[in-house]
């Protein structure tokens, strides 16, 4: 396990996450498995924010889900400050005792947001269940987290169809926050809204984090917001995490030829494109492996890989500590998962 190391000390992870597993049923005869999230491991110390990315498919929901417990990992263990929050089922993790610490923004907020309730109403009902909140105080405690994102209060009794795409989103948040978690999971929270839109809840986001001292859990699509938003970086592809370590390292020296490809392709305001990752991207054409049943000893990536090699082909690649540019002495470590990388062999 990784020990984040501050400047107060050696400071355990809020969230410690060792080979968490979990598969679908693909069918078939025998049956088969489809690996959404293949033996994956990291940390979370507090207030820090991790950015979850890789392509459609790679297990970014599915991982996000467990973490939050709506869902049960096959294998693995998820310790939040301590605790393993996977002795309690998710069917019953709704009345755990650690449920009011770790809350979820959704994709769309008005897909998530009951269509009978208020603004106020729909911020009222999980503090009233998770923090024993009733009456004026139910009712105060629910007006600050919508005060706390900016909704104007002439817009508390408004039902959700009757709310903008940016004001949703400011409920769907308010809703996380009121409750005082440690853990906030945001699953795309800013895809569904208009570019204009989603700049200004992205710095609410971030605004809140720092403020309330958050630690969040970011999956997104879009590698130019994680590197606004998070410090440090998760690389997923087909179930199993490639690159992980501060964003900067990450994106500014990707050791994994997948994320050397993601890099090229982010887009930079002096419309150039990354030098590093281009030729790799260009030729990063190949078939993807199957998610079913995928073979344990071969890299994932390598039906992709432009340089791949038998090695490729007979062993799966460990995450292994990188060389790349200083970083901060409290920064994670820098890790790829890759034959080729160049690690430090530590
Ligand atoms: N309930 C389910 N039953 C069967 N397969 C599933 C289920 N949920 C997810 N999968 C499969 O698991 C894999 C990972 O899916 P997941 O939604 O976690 O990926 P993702 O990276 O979040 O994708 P996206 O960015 O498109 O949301 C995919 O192959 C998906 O089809």
């Given at each position: 396990m990784t020990i984040a190391i501050t400047s107060q000390g050696v400071a355990p992870p809020l969230l410690a996450v060792t080979g968490l597993v979990k598969t679908f049923s693909a069918g078939g005869r025998p049956p088969q498995r489809l690996h959404a999230v293949d033996g994956v491991d990291f940390t979370l110390a507090r207030g820090q924010a991790l950015g979850l990315v890789g392509e459609s498919g790679c297990g970014k929901s599915t991982l996000a889900a467990m973490l939050a417990r709506l869902t049960d990992p096959d294998r693995g263990r998820i310790l939040f400050d301590?605790?393993?929050?996977?002795?309690?089922?998710?069917?019953?993790?709704?009345?755990?005792p650690w449920r009011r610490r770790i809350q979820m923004v959704f994709q769309d907020a008005g897909d998530s947001?009951?269509?009978r309730l208020t603004a106020i109403e729909a911020v009222a009902r999980p503090l009233a269940r998770l923090n024993g909140l009733k009456g004026a105080a139910l009712t105060r405690a629910a007006a600050e987290a919508l005060d706390r994102v900016y909704l104007p209060a002439s817009l508390f009794g408004r039902l959700p169809h009757q709310l903008s795409g940016g004001q949703l989103a400011r409920v769907g948040l308010a809703r996380a926050i009121a409750p005082g978690p440690e853990l906030l999971i945001l699953d795309e929270p800013t895809s569904a809204l208009d570019v204009s839109i989603q700049a200004v809840i992205l710095r609410l986001i971030d605004d809140l984090r720092r403020e309330l001292g958050l630690a969040c859990l970011f999956v997104s699509h879009d590698l130019n917001v994680v590197r606004m938003m998070c410090?440090?970086?998760?690389?997923?592809?087909?179930?199993?995490?490639?690159?992980?370590?501060?964003a900067d390292a990450v994106f500014d020296h990707p050791a994994h030829p997948y994320t050397a490809g993601l890099a090229a392709a982010i887009p930079r305001l002096d419309g150039l494109r990354h030098e590093r990752g281009t030729p790799v991207a260009r030729r990063m054409t190949g078939e993807p492996m199957s998610p079913i049943d995928p073979d344990p000893d071969r890299c994932r990536f390598d039906p992709r890989c432009p340089l791949a090699?038998?090695?490729?082909?007979?062993?799966?690649?460990?995450?292994t500590p990188q060389a790349s540019a200083p970083t901060a002495p409290?920064?994670?470590?820098?890790?790829?998962a890759c034959h080729l990388a160049g690690g430090t062999g530590g």
């Amino acid at each position: 396990m990784t020990i984040a190391i501050t400047s107060q000390g050696v400071a355990p992870p809020l969230l410690a996450v060792t080979g968490l597993v979990k598969t679908f049923s693909a069918g078939g005869r025998p049956p088969q498995r489809l690996h959404a999230v293949d033996g994956v491991d990291f940390t979370l110390a507090r207030g820090q924010a991790l950015g979850l990315v890789g392509e459609s498919g790679c297990g970014k929901s599915t991982l996000a889900a467990m973490l939050a417990r709506l869902t049960d990992p096959d294998r693995g263990r998820i310790l939040f400050d301590g605790v393993d929050l996977t002795a309690v089922p998710a069917r019953r993790a709704a009345h755990a005792p650690w449920r009011r610490r770790i809350q979820m923004v959704f994709q769309d907020a008005g897909d998530s947001l009951d269509p009978r309730l208020t603004a106020i109403e729909a911020v009222a009902r999980p503090l009233a269940r998770l923090n024993g909140l009733k009456g004026a105080a139910l009712t105060r405690a629910a007006a600050e987290a919508l005060d706390r994102v900016y909704l104007p209060a002439s817009l508390f009794g408004r039902l959700p169809h009757q709310l903008s795409g940016g004001q949703l989103a400011r409920v769907g948040l308010a809703r996380a926050i009121a409750p005082g978690p440690e853990l906030l999971i945001l699953d795309e929270p800013t895809s569904a809204l208009d570019v204009s839109i989603q700049a200004v809840i992205l710095r609410l986001i971030d605004d809140l984090r720092r403020e309330l001292g958050l630690a969040c859990l970011f999956v997104s699509h879009d590698l130019n917001v994680v590197r606004m938003m998070c410090g440090q970086v998760l690389v997923m592809y087909l179930g199993r995490v490639v690159e992980q370590g501060p964003a900067d390292a990450v994106f500014d020296h990707p050791a994994h030829p997948y994320t050397a490809g993601l890099a090229a392709a982010i887009p930079r305001l002096d419309g150039l494109r990354h030098e590093r990752g281009t030729p790799v991207a260009r030729r990063m054409t190949g078939e993807p492996m199957s998610p079913i049943d995928p073979d344990p000893d071969r890299c994932r990536f390598d039906p992709r890989c432009p340089l791949a090699v038998d090695l490729c082909r007979q062993r799966m690649p460990v995450l292994t500590p990188q060389a790349s540019a200083p970083t901060a002495p409290d920064a994670p470590p820098h890790l790829a998962a890759c034959h080729l990388a160049g690690g430090t062999g530590g």
